[in-house]
């Protein structure tokens, strides 16, 4: 099974950047269509960003412009790039593969189900 490991996350002024990065481990098949995800309190987990195995990225109307996923294909590590931070950017942020169907600014189905890692906190504030 794989591990997901995300890191990189922290307290930024708005207007700041942060660079996520999430890491596979583990004897499983590696995931190959990557997604960013983020929960802020009180809210769904929401797909913010798409990777698929073309090379074809997505995002979500709310960090479209102000983010950028990317992948290192020598150590398949997976990188978000959070420009122009905001604060209702702040949440929980997590990676992990991107369910059939599911697009950039929808919640995940099952968010419960599966494995997943610790996620990443991003707290944007002054």
């Known amino acids: 099974q794989v591990q997901l490991a995300e890191s990189g996350g922290g307290l930024v002024q708005p207007g700041g950047s942060l660079r996520l990065a999430c890491a596979q481990s583990?004897?499983?098949?590696?995931?190959?269509?990557m997604g960013w995800y983020r929960q802020a309190p009180g809210k769904q987990r929401e797909l913010i960003a798409s990777?698929?195995?073309?090379?074809?990225?997505k995002y979500a109307d709310s960090v479209k412009g102000r983010f950028a996923i990317s992948k290192d294909n020598v150590d398949n590590t997976v990188y978000l790039q959070m420009n122009n931070l905001k604060p209702e950017d702040t949440a929980i942020y997590y990676c992990?593969?991107?369910?059939?169907?599911?697009?950039?600014?929808?919640?995940?189905?099952?968010?419960?189900?599966?494995?997943w890692g610790p996620g990443t906190q991003v707290t944007v504030s002054s």
């Open positions: 992990n593969d991107i369910p059939r169907g599911l697009q950039p600014g929808m919640p995940h189905p099952r968010p419960d189900f599966g494995s």
């Open positions: 583990g004897s499983g098949r590696l995931i190959k269509y």
């Open positions: 990777l698929l195995a073309d090379g074809y990225k």
